[in-house]
């Protein structure tokens, strides 16, 4: 009979998850301040969200890559 081999599962809980959801939120904060409707605060959940990759891609173009 095969012996059955244990497998060891090991997570990295890193900080860097944690610092993206609070620089998630923060961006949420500051993009609902100016929000009047449901609307405005939809679209700034969708904002905080894409503006990273927004800022890269200027970054990218600036840098002429």
Do not use: C
């Not at 081999?5 to 998630?24: C, M």
């Amino acid at each position: 009979m095969a012996k059955k081999d244990k497998i060891k599962v090991v997570t990295d809980n890193s900080t860097l998850s944690f610092v993206g959801f609070v620089a998630y939120v923060g961006a949420v904060v500051y993009f609902l301040e100016g929000a009047k409707h449901i609307g405005d605060v939809i679209y700034a959940f969708i904002e905080a969200l894409v503006w990273p990759g927004i800022v890269v891609y200027y970054v990218l173009t600036n840098l002429g890559a």
